[in-house]
């Protein structure tokens, strides 16, 4: 590791501008020795420090005052940011305010970090790269960024110097590339956040020779290039980056792959010799929840739930779903095409394990609604009471007048009036927008009673018992098949006629534990008549072991945004005949391409799973309806008249970034199938393996540490499954011929430690 600095004869003296004396440093007693006068890490014209008069420079140097923040656990030291940075050449130097009181703040840790890299000959490209470290390391100090920043000298002793010969450069690490070649040394024109118009062909032609040097000319390469591209501002036009790319990947091909002694990038980047890097023992990476994807107000009140509580984003971004599910249902549907709509209820199921606070998540997604809930019905308790007592009233009159006709004290023209009046007597009840814990059948009572609309809500997955014939002999998931799509239900009751209920809307949405779903979706029942398929799954990644203590709570203002918004929902009257909302042409190709693409991975990619992923597109249209009302706030004045609601593409593209949110969520929630514990009982060997080190073993002690293998039977399937997946190999072993052949001895994949 080598870098130039440049050294007045003086310390201390902020006037002073000329630094004439140039340093080559090599090791820590060069640094010494420079640094103990003032300094700057760049030549310029006439050695008048200065951003006009900048020539170049080899050397980035960031500050760390650690003023980001007052905890000192937070602090950053010389070894922690040795630790983020593995392999990178850096030397970093205690500051003339190391562990000194500074402008009323306490003693700490501050220090300066000289990072060498390629030769830079531009000023504003030198400040970028700058910006660019700091946006990675956001505690070195955003003001002392530009490129004529000088630094005040200090006298340290070596010991105190840590100079870390490094393979990588910052901007190789930042960046993610391998070392370049001596040869390939010139610098990218820019490494910050984006890249500027008059270096954008340049920068991309460099990042792609980079890049397929390290992958090949693969997929993996040409996505990397993708997504830098997606830095370029203004953007490059398709048509260029197509050029740049192909002269890339010929010049890859004629002079890179084809010389003397190549060696391919897997060889290459390959540290264990005669193994490949394993097989995720996770059948899926479980994609992030777009957030984005709502509308503003709502997808600040979820980042903010899911930091007050320490919980998965995803958590509060599905329930929210079924907030403005049972806010909209009954009052708006979609129309995808002609002959097709949709209404705009949802069913959700959140899949967590215990102790991820998916109670106080519910609670607080919930408020709004819960808070509406209670002052209406706080403001029409006397009407709710009047009508109580008005039918108390009406079923006396009703029993006197059978009474006189029975005794033929009455006309029977009069007990037709009184049953016509009873008939068309329309009890005020108090509102109820959610039911919990409920049977089937006290559940479609609550349907009828509420013109033929209700949402289930539950942090507990204990529906599916009484679904499933634990609390009761007849299973009836009747109310459920057909709340989600629609379809009449009939209401039989002893001693009365039956009641149907038109086009019924429910909601659904709970909170499961891993073990429910996994009975849920091997039920035979549920699955058989497309009761699973209706559902929406999302699995968070857990959070546990990694929650910080003290959170930042949801302000006010947050939560009085997503509040409003839900109100404005709810205050819907909800009119005799649900409001359409219609496609607009964009929205229209977005959704007809998402179809043409997911259809033919029916029968392949999601065979398995084609119950479910054959009513994602309805999904998805009913996700781009709640998202489109949820965008805008209507007057409720009865003298307005409101636009006809139409779905935009930008927002039928969120819908469908939700809908493969779900999709990849669903692959991993029916892979939670008992057929699918070789996963589990693979991962259990792995951790003990990790847990004593082991470098080498044979089936009999695999047995002795996990004791859930009684049988041979029982564990060669998973060591054979590991072997598969390419984390133990068989080593071969000598056998004489007499005796017992001795058990096969297991090597374990190196790679495994970074796993």
Same mark, same amino acid.
């Given at each position: 590791?080598? +870098?130039?600095?440049?050294?007045?004869?003086?310390?201390?003296?902020?006037?002073?501008? %000329?630094?004439?004396?140039? !340093?080559?440093?090599?090791?820590?007693?060069?640094?010494?020795?420079?640094?103990?006068?003032?300094?700057?890490?760049?030549?310029?014209?006439?050695?008048?420090?200065?951003?006009?008069?900048?020539?170049?420079?080899?050397?980035?140097?960031?500050?760390?005052?650690?003023?980001?923040?007052?905890?000192?656990?937070?602090?950053?030291?010389?070894?922690?940011?040795?630790?983020?940075?593995?392999?990178?050449?850096?030397?970093?130097?205690?500051? #003339?305010?190391?562990?000194?009181?500074?402008?009323?703040?306490?003693?700490?840790?501050?220090?300066?970090?000289?990072?060498?890299?390629?030769?830079?000959?531009?000023? $504003?490209?030198?400040?970028?790269?700058?910006? @660019?470290? !700091? &946006?990675?390391?956001?505690?070195?100090?955003?003001?002392?960024?530009?490129?004529?920043?000088?630094?005040?000298?200090?006298?340290?002793?070596?010991?105190?110097?840590?100079?870390? &010969?490094?393979?990588?450069?910052?901007?190789?690490?930042?960046?993610?590339?391998?070392?370049?070649?001596?040869?390939?040394?010139?610098?990218?024109?820019?490494?910050?956040?984006?890249?500027?118009?008059?270096?954008?062909?340049?920068?991309?032609?460099?990042?792609?020779? %980079?890049?397929? $040097?390290?992958?090949?000319?693969?997929?993996?390469?040409?996505?990397?290039?993708?997504?830098?591209?997606?830095?370029?501002?203004?953007? /490059?036009?398709? $048509?260029?980056?197509?050029?740049?790319?192909?002269?890339?990947?010929?010049f890859f091909r004629d002079k890179i792959e084809g010389s003397e002694g190549y060696v391919s990038p897997q060889e290459y980047n390959n540290p264990y010799p005669g193994w490949s890097e394993p097989l995720p023992?996770?059948?899926?990476?479980?994609?992030?929840?777009?957030?984005?994807?709502?509308?503003?107000?709502?997808?600040?009140?979820?980042?903010?739930?899911?930091?007050?509580?320490?919980?998965?984003?995803d958590m509060a971004g599905s329930i929210v779903l079924s907030v403005l599910s049972t806010c909209l249902q009954k009052k708006y549907r979609i129309q995808g095409k002609p002959g097709w709509v949709e209404p705009?209820?949802?069913?959700?199921?959140?899949?967590?394990?215990?102790?991820?606070?998916?109670?106080?998540?519910?609670?607080?997604?919930?408020?709004?609604?819960?808070?509406?809930?209670?002052?209406?019905?706080?403001?029409?308790?006397?009407?709710?009471?009047?009508?109580?007592?008005?039918?108390?009233?009406?079923?006396?009159?009703?029993?006197?007048?059978?009474?006189?006709?029975?005794? @033929?004290?009455?006309?029977?023209?009069?007990?037709?009036?009184?049953?016509?009046?009873?008939?068309?007597?329309?009890?005020? *009840?108090? =509102?109820?927008?959610?039911?919990?814990?409920?049977?089937?059948?006290?559940?479609?009572?609550?349907?009828?009673?509420?013109?033929?609309?209700?949402?289930?809500?539950?942090?507990?997955?204990?529906?599916?018992?009484? /679904?499933? @014939?634990?609390?009761?002999?007849?299973?009836?998931?009747?109310?459920?098949?057909?709340?989600?799509?629609?379809?009449?239900?009939?209401?039989?009751?002893?001693?009365?006629?039956?009641? *149907?209920?038109?086009?019924?809307?429910?909601?659904?949405?709970? =909170?499961?534990?891993?073990?429910?779903?996994?009975?849920?979706?091997?039920?035979?029942?549920?699955?058989?008549?497309?009761?699973?398929? %209706?559902?929406?799954?999302?699995?968070?990644?857990?959070?546990? @072991?990694?929650?910080?203590?003290?959170?930042?709570?949801?302000?006010?203002?947050?939560?009085?945004?997503?509040?409003?918004?839900?109100?404005?929902?709810?205050?819907?009257?909800?009119?005799?005949?649900?409001?359409?909302?219609? /496609?607009?042409?964009?929205?229209?190709?977005?959704?007809?391409? +998402?179809?043409?693409?997911?259809?033919?991975?029916?029968?392949?990619?999601?065979?398995?799973?084609?119950?479910?992923?054959?009513?994602?597109?309805?999904?998805? /249209?009913?996700? *781009?309806?709640?998202?489109?009302?949820?965008?805008?706030?209507?007057?409720?004045?009865?003298? =307005?008249?409101?636009?006809?609601? *139409?779905?935009?593409?930008?927002?039928?593209?969120?819908?469908? !970034?939700l809908g493969k949110y779900y999709l990849n969520h669903a692959q991993a929630a029916y892979s939670v199938l008992p057929e699918n514990d070789m996963y589990e009982n693979g991962n259990l060997i792995l951790q003990?393996?990790?847990?004593?080190?082991?470098?080498?073993?044979?089936?009999?002690?695999?047995?002795?540490?996990? #004791? %859930?293998?009684?049988?041979?039977?029982?564990?060669?399937?998973?060591?054979?499954?590991?072997?598969?997946?390419?984390?133990? =190999?068989?080593?071969?072993?000598?056998?004489?011929?007499?005796?017992?052949?001795?058990?096969?001895?297991?090597?374990?994949?190196?790679?495994?430690?970074?796993?």
């Amino acid at each position: 590791m080598k +870098f130039t600095l440049f050294t007045a004869s003086c310390t201390g003296r902020e006037a002073n501008c %000329r630094y004439p004396q140039k !340093r080559e440093i090599q090791d820590a007693q060069d640094l010494k020795e420079a640094a103990a006068f003032d300094h700057v890490c760049a030549a310029y014209k006439n050695s008048y420090r200065s951003r006009d008069n900048f020539l170049w420079s080899d050397v980035a140097v960031m500050d760390c005052d650690n003023d980001h923040t007052e905890n000192p656990e937070e602090w950053v030291t010389g070894e922690k940011l040795l630790s983020m940075l593995p392999g990178v050449a850096v030397a970093i130097v205690p500051s #003339r305010n190391n562990g000194k009181a500074k402008e009323g703040r306490k003693a700490r840790p501050r220090f300066h970090a000289y990072f060498p890299i390629p030769e830079v000959q531009d000023e $504003k490209a030198y400040t970028a790269l700058k910006q @660019g470290i !700091r &946006e990675a390391f956001p505690f070195f100090d955003g003001q002392a960024l530009d490129a004529a920043r000088f630094l005040y000298g200090t006298e340290v002793v070596p010991e105190a110097i840590f100079w870390q &010969e490094g393979a990588q450069t910052i901007t190789e690490f930042l960046t993610g590339l391998e070392p370049a070649e001596p040869s390939q040394t010139e610098a990218p024109f820019y490494t910050g956040s984006s890249i500027p118009e008059g270096s954008r062909n340049n920068a991309m032609s460099h990042f792609a020779g %980079r890049v397929l $040097k390290r992958y090949g000319d693969t997929d993996k390469a040409y996505k990397a290039y993708l997504e830098r591209a997606a830095q370029c501002e203004p953007p /490059l036009s398709e $048509k260029e980056l197509g050029t740049i790319w192909k002269s890339a990947v010929k010049f890859f091909r004629d002079k890179i792959e084809g010389s003397e002694g190549y060696v391919s990038p897997q060889e290459y980047n390959n540290p264990y010799p005669g193994w490949s890097e394993p097989l995720p023992l996770s059948r899926f990476t479980m994609a992030p929840f777009p957030v984005d994807a709502l509308p503003q107000p709502i997808a600040d009140y979820v980042r903010a739930v899911a930091e007050s509580t320490q919980t998965p984003v995803d958590m509060a971004g599905s329930i929210v779903l079924s907030v403005l599910s049972t806010c909209l249902q009954k009052k708006y549907r979609i129309q995808g095409k002609p002959g097709w709509v949709e209404p705009l209820n949802t069913y959700v199921i959140v899949i967590a394990p215990p102790s991820e606070r998916k109670s106080s998540v519910l609670h607080l997604m919930l408020q709004p609604v819960n808070d509406y809930e209670t002052e209406y019905n706080k403001q029409n308790a006397a009407a709710v009471e009047a009508g109580k007592m008005q039918k108390r009233v009406l079923e006396r009159r009703q029993k006197a007048v059978e009474d006189k006709v029975a005794k @033929g004290n009455a006309k029977p023209e009069e007990l037709k009036r009184i049953a016509q009046e009873a008939a068309d007597f329309e009890e005020v *009840s108090p =509102m109820q927008l959610y039911v919990d814990d409920i049977t089937t059948e006290k559940l479609v009572a609550v349907i009828a009673k509420n013109h033929g609309h209700a949402a289930l809500i539950s942090s507990e997955g204990g529906i599916f018992d009484t /679904l499933s @014939g634990i609390y009761t002999k007849t299973v009836n998931i009747d109310v459920m098949l057909k709340g989600y799509s629609g379809d009449t239900i009939r209401v039989d009751r002893i001693g009365r006629e039956s009641e *149907s209920i038109m086009d019924p809307a429910l909601t659904i949405l709970l =909170m499961a534990q891993p073990n429910v779903v996994s009975s849920v979706l091997s039920n035979t029942t549920f699955r058989g008549r497309g009761l699973t398929a %209706r559902f929406l799954y999302s699995m968070p990644v857990s959070s546990v @072991g990694k929650r910080k203590y003290r959170s930042k709570a949801v302000t006010d203002e947050t939560y009085r945004g997503y509040e409003q918004l839900v109100v404005n929902l709810l205050e819907d009257e909800y009119p005799e005949k649900p409001q359409t909302i219609t /496609l607009s042409p964009e929205a229209d190709r977005e959704l007809e391409a +998402f179809a043409n693409w997911l259809e033919p991975k029916l029968t392949n990619d999601y065979a398995e799973m084609a119950d479910w992923a054959g009513k994602l597109v309805g999904n998805v /249209l009913r996700l *781009s309806g709640l998202l489109c009302r949820a965008s805008v706030y209507q007057s409720h004045d009865f003298l =307005m008249v409101q636009d006809a609601l *139409s779905v935009t593409g930008k927002t039928m593209s969120d819908a469908i !970034r939700l809908g493969k949110y779900y999709l990849n969520h669903a692959q991993a929630a029916y892979s939670v199938l008992p057929e699918n514990d070789m996963y589990e009982n693979g991962n259990l060997i792995l951790q003990k393996i990790r847990e004593q080190r082991l470098t080498a073993f044979d089936r009999r002690e695999a047995m002795r540490m996990c #004791r %859930r293998f009684k049988t041979v039977d029982s564990i060669q399937p998973v060591l054979d499954f590991l072997e598969d997946y390419g984390y133990i =190999m068989q080593k071969p072993q000598k056998y004489s011929g007499t005796g017992r052949p001795p058990l096969p001895i297991y090597a374990i994949n190196p790679w495994l430690k970074e796993h």
